[in-house]
């Protein structure tokens, strides 16, 4: 399967291998980041070419989801921990003799 992605008014370029790798393990920003200094791209064009990418891929759109709601479920863990650490102080602090 080819890796080329189009952006900027039709030019079309391989995808460097450390930003299919970043995409893969579910780390958009830095694919987006890893093509700002390998091409030399504006923020725009490098998270156009990244979207191009993923979008022709499915299995990379499914990963990147499943990473996102991944990381939507570790911060409601640590609010959860943090309310709870929160109300222990408060017990100790208020009602233990």
């Known amino acids: 399967m080819s890796r080329a992605v189009t952006y900027m008014a ?34 725009k064009e490098a998270k156009d070419a990244v979207d191009a990418y993923v979008a ?5 759109a499914s990963q990147l989801q499943e990473a996102e709601e991944a990381g939507k479920r570790a911060k409601r863990l640590w609010i959860w921990l943090l309310i709870l650490m929160g109300a222990t102080f408060l017990f100790f602090r208020f009602f233990h003799p």
């Open 56 to 60: 022709a891929r499915p299995a990379v």
């Open 10 to 43: 039709g030019q079309s370029r391989e995808l460097p291998a450390t930003a299919i790798e970043a995409l893969k393990k579910g780390r958009k920003i830095e694919a987006i980041k890893i093509l700002r200094q390998e091409w030399g791209l504006g923020l």
